[in-house]
C-alpha cells in the first residue's frame, strides 16, 4: 500500500492575488460618498440662497396686495381718495419693525362704468322703500416697493360696492 503524502501550507505562505483589492474598494466607496455628501451639502446651500433672494419680492407682493384689501376697506366708507402707506418687516425682538419698510402706493379708484341696478332690492328692504339700489365697480392700482432690494410688485384690482342708494336720502341726519 502506497501512502500519499499530503503537504500543508500555511495560508500566509498561498499565493495571493487580490492582496489590495478590499482596500481599493473601500477608498472608491469613501471617494464616492465625499463627492455625493459635497454634491447634496451644495444643492442646500444654492436652495437657501435662491429662498434668500425670493424672500423680498414675495414681502413686496404682499405689501401691494395689503394696499388693495385696505383701498377696499376704505371703498366701504366711500373713501376712493389715493393714499400711502410703509409695510414694516416685524421680525425683529418683541415683534418689533426691523429694517426698511415696504413703501405702498394706492392710486385713487376709479369708476369702470355707470351703476348697475341691482334688481329686486329697494331701500328700505323692501319695507316701503321705492329707490333702487345700485352696484358701484371701481379699479385702483397698488405699488408696492423696496428700495433697498429694487423689489417692485403692482397690483390691478376690480373691486364693487353695493348695493346702495345712489344718493344719500335727505331724512338722514
Same mark, same amino acid.
Request: proline share 8%; charged share 15%.
Given at each position: 500500500?502506497?501512502?500519499?503524502?499530503?503537504?500543508?501550507?500555511?495560508?500566509?505562505?498561498?499565493?495571493?492575488?487580490?492582496?489590495?483589492?478590499?482596500?481599493?474598494?473601500?477608498?472608491?466607496?469613501?471617494?464616492?460618498?465625499?463627492?455625493?455628501?459635497?454634491?447634496?451639502?451644495?444643492?442646500?446651500?444654492?436652495?437657501?440662497?435662491?429662498?434668500?433672494?425670493?424672500?423680498?419680492?414675495?414681502?413686496?407682493?404682499?405689501?401691494?396686495?395689503?394696499?388693495?384689501?385696505?383701498?377696499?376697506?376704505?371703498?366701504?366708507?366711500?373713501?376712493?381718495?389715493?393714499?400711502?402707506? *410703509?409695510?414694516?418687516?416685524?421680525?425683529? &425682538? !418683541?415683534?418689533?419693525?426691523? @429694517?426698511? #419698510?415696504?413703501?405702498?402706493?394706492?392710486? /385713487? $379708484? *376709479?369708476?369702470?362704468?355707470?351703476?348697475? &341696478? !341691482?334688481?329686486?332690492?329697494? @331701500?328700505? #328692504?323692501?319695507?316701503?322703500?321705492?329707490? /333702487? $339700489?345700485?352696484?358701484?365697480?371701481?379699479?385702483?392700482?397698488?405699488?408696492?416697493?423696496?428700495?433697498?432690494?429694487?423689489?417692485?410688485?403692482?397690483?390691478?384690482?376690480?373691486?364693487?360696492?353695493?348695493?346702495?342708494?345712489?344718493?344719500?336720502?335727505?331724512?338722514?341726519?
Amino acid at each position: 500500500m502506497q501512502h500519499s503524502k499530503v503537504e500543508f501550507v500555511h495560508p500566509a505562505e498561498q499565493p495571493r492575488h487580490e492582496r489590495g483589492a478590499a482596500l481599493f474598494v473601500a477608498l472608491a466607496l469613501i471617494i464616492l460618498l465625499t463627492f455625493l455628501g459635497l454634491g447634496l451639502l451644495t444643492r442646500s446651500f444654492m436652495a437657501s440662497r435662491i429662498a434668500g433672494l425670493e424672500r423680498w419680492p414675495a414681502m413686496t407682493f404682499y405689501a401691494a396686495d395689503s394696499g388693495i384689501n385696505a383701498a377696499r376697506a376704505r371703498l366701504r366708507v366711500r373713501r376712493v381718495d389715493g393714499f400711502n402707506m *410703509t409695510v414694516q418687516d416685524m421680525r425683529g &425682538p !418683541d415683534g418689533t419693525a426691523t @429694517g426698511q #419698510g415696504i413703501g405702498v402706493n394706492v392710486s /385713487p $379708484l *376709479t369708476m369702470t362704468g355707470p351703476p348697475r &341696478p !341691482d334688481i329686486g332690492s329697494q @331701500g328700505g #328692504g323692501g319695507q316701503g322703500g321705492s329707490d /333702487p $339700489l345700485y352696484v358701484v365697480f371701481y379699479q385702483g392700482n397698488s405699488d408696492g416697493l423696496h428700495t433697498a432690494t429694487q423689489s417692485h410688485r403692482n397690483i390691478t384690482a376690480t373691486m364693487s360696492i353695493g348695493p346702495i342708494p345712489l344718493a344719500v336720502p335727505e331724512d338722514i341726519p
